[in-house]
């Protein structure tokens, strides 16, 4: 950056398949792989096999000190990077993908195909000790974008399937802010959302709509429209 202006982009990580939710706690960037590796295509009616994902870890150095390739993943085997690794349902392929840190240097990872979120308690070096099961919801369809937020110490998800936002207490608790059905969110309402961020007492959610990109029995959404919104949730 010079005088508060881009100059130039450098690729840091390559090797992703889908790069997705970022958090950073002190020097460590944490990144989410939606998709540790493709399972094998399966046949109508054919169970799908679980599908892997889960979070890699970056220092602040390691990004400064030249471009890092991950290893492709392999059962049994995966780059030293790799903190977490997480199992899934599969029923949308998509796995590992909102990341946030809590006031206690917690890590959350939310599972968006199955709307779950996961707690890694970190040592030290930002290295995982354990990961426990944190909050479902049978309201919570889906967990795609997280965030943490000081002011109230609840965690805030986009709910991508199931047009919906929710809060989740340090205690896993779930509460549902809002849901809607299907519409193209030219009123604010939610279509699709997929990341959230705090802006003082405003919870801005980001409207994905891609429907064209999921199962229709596993959606609220039903087709791809203009406009393309952010939503507003007052806190």
Same mark, same amino acid.
């Given at each position: 950056?010079?005088?508060?202006?881009?100059?130039?982009?450098?690729?840091?990580?390559?090797? %992703?398949?889908?790069?997705?939710?970022?958090?950073?706690?002190?020097?460590?960037?944490?990144?989410?792989?939606?998709?540790?590796?493709?399972?094998?295509?399966?046949?109508?009616?054919?169970?799908?096999?679980?599908?892997?994902?889960? /979070?890699?870890?970056?220092?602040?150095?390691?990004?400064?000190?030249?471009?890092?390739?991950?290893?492709?993943?392999?059962?049994?085997?995966?780059?030293?990077?790799?903190? /977490?690794? %997480?199992?899934?349902?599969?029923?949308?392929?998509?796995?590992?993908?909102?990341?946030?840190?809590?006031?206690?240097?917690?890590?959350?990872?939310?599972?968006?195909?199955?709307?779950?979120?996961?707690?890694?308690? =970190?040592?030290?070096?930002?290295?995982?000790? %354990?990961?426990?099961? %944190?909050?479902?919801?049978?309201?919570?369809?889906?967990?795609?974008?997280?965030?943490?937020?000081?002011?109230?110490?609840?965690?805030?998800?986009?709910?991508? =399937?199931?047009?919906?936002?929710?809060?989740?207490?340090?205690?896993?608790?779930?509460?549902?802010?809002?849901?809607?059905?299907?519409?193209?969110?030219?009123?604010?309402?939610?279509?699709?959302?997929?990341?959230?961020?705090?802006?003082?007492?405003?919870?801005?959610?980001?409207?994905?709509?891609?429907?064209?990109?999921?199962?229709?029995?596993?959606?609220?959404?039903?087709?791809?429209?203009?406009?393309?919104?952010?939503?507003?949730?007052?806190?």
């Amino acid at each position: 950056m010079e005088n508060g202006q881009p100059v130039n982009m450098d690729v840091v990580v390559e090797g %992703f398949i889908v790069a997705n939710g970022v958090t950073w706690k002190g020097n460590t960037l944490f990144v989410s792989e939606t998709i540790l590796a493709h399972t094998p295509a399966t046949k109508e009616g054919e169970a799908k096999p679980p599908l892997q994902s889960g /979070v890699y870890g970056f220092t602040l150095a390691e990004l400064q000190n030249g471009l890092i390739k991950l290893t492709p993943y392999s059962e049994g085997a995966a780059d030293k990077h790799l903190i /977490v690794q %997480f199992e899934s349902s599969n029923r949308l392929g998509f796995g590992a993908d909102g990341v946030t840190i809590d006031g206690k240097g917690n890590l959350y990872t939310s599972i968006v195909e199955d709307g779950t979120i996961y707690k890694t308690t =970190l040592d030290d070096d930002n290295k995982a000790i %354990f990961t426990t099961h %944190f909050a479902s919801d049978k309201q919570m369809v889906s967990a795609d974008g997280i965030v943490w937020n000081a002011e109230d110490n609840n965690i805030y998800v986009a709910d991508f =399937l199931g047009n919906g936002a929710h809060a989740v207490d340090m205690q896993g608790n779930v509460t549902t802010l809002h849901k809607n059905g299907d519409t193209d969110g030219a009123d604010g309402s939610l279509d699709q959302p997929c990341e959230v961020i705090i802006r003082g007492k405003e919870l801005i959610l980001v409207n994905m709509d891609m429907a064209w990109a999921v199962p229709a029995a596993l959606q609220v959404d039903t087709e791809v429209d203009q406009p393309y919104t952010l939503s507003i949730i007052k806190l």
